[in-house]
């Protein structure tokens, strides 16, 4: 793995990719290596990813892309569950990927990569879940709507400016790998201008958030669970919390499901782990992978 993340974060190339009638903001560093395909969360970019990329770029072959309405890609006003999104990851794969690749989601973009295994067995060969997917959200957030929505969407209150968004950085626990700057600009690729004063404002709307958070919501993993085929791996966040009770008791229930197929690697930090802890998110990755059972480019 290379010695700074920051040092090959240019080994992606960016640039705009047809899907059905909208197009998405692709980086993609090439090559003939075994692919991973990285998946964000919700309201997040594909920056999100940018740290942990740069230590799985040497062995394997990197894609990643802003979901629709976030980042640089487009923003429709349709198209806001997880089982939509699953839809562009296939035209995402084809388009790109020469064979199945792993599928590795942070949050929501873990839901979307079992969403699409679960309905298309060809289409992984492997799916790691970051601190999302086996996570049954009514555990996490609330057994209604209305217990979970607060939860699940961004508080889209107060003035937001690129310095306060720094200040957040500076007093959270996301820079501890990382310097203040790179991380701020990462966080900053979450949001656009909302007007000429500086303030700025979350990329996805609040009502394609809350579309997309309702149907994160009304996702039982373990149907998609049981339909999934290949090997699934679990970097979970250990926050210590209450939290984690939460998050172990839904690792459980997916253990008793797919007993050996399942593989879980626990993280001290927080749900942000691919910013917070990138060094060892990534070596996470690799290690659930090589645990099932493919060689994946050693």
């Known amino acids: 793995m290379p010695p700074s993340p920051e040092s090959n974060a240019s080994a992606l190339v960016e640039r705009m990719l047809p899907v059905g009638d909208i197009s998405l903001s692709v980086r993609d560093s090439g090559g003939d290596k075994p692919a991973i395909v990285l998946l964000h969360g919700q309201a997040s970019s594909a920056r999100w990813w940018e740290l942990v990329a740069a230590y799985l770029t040497p062995r394997f072959r990197v894609i990643c892309f802003d979901h629709r309405g976030h980042g ?18 296939q035209q995402v794969i084809t388009a790109l990927a020469p064979v199945s690749p792993v599928l590795v989601g942070h949050s929501l973009g873990a839901a979307v990569g079992l969403r699409l295994a679960a309905t298309r067995p060809d289409a992984a060969v492997a799916v790691v879940c970051v601190d999302g997917g086996v996570y049954d959200p009514k555990e996490m957030f609330g057994q209604t709507w209305e217990q979970a929505a607060p939860q699940m969407r961004y508080a889209r209150r107060g ?51 809350s579309s997309l958070a309702r149907s994160l919501w009304e996702c039982d993993p373990l149907p998609l669970l049981a339909k999934v085929n290949c090997p699934i791996g679990v970097v979970a966040a250990k926050a210590g919390r209450t939290s984690d009770r939460s998050r172990q008791a839904s690792i459980e229930r997916a253990r008793a499901l797919l007993g050996g197929r399942l593989s879980v690697r626990w993280i001290p930090g927080g749900h942000d782990l691919p910013v917070e802890r990138p060094r060892e998110t990534a070596a996470a990755i690799v290690e659930l992978i090589e645990r099932s059972g493919g060689d994946y480019g050693q």
């Open 159 to 209: 003035r937001i400016t690129p310095a306060v968004l720094r200040a957040w950085v500076t007093g959270s626990s996301l820079a501890q790998e990382s310097s203040v700057d790179v991380v701020t600009e990462i966080v900053l690729a979450n949001y656009e201008p909302a007007d000429a004063s500086g303030e700025l404002r979350l990329r996805l709307t609040a009502a394609n958030e």
């Open 72 to 89: 640089r890609s487009d923003r429709p006003q349709y198209g806001y569950t997880v089982a939509e999104l699953a839809g562009d990851l």
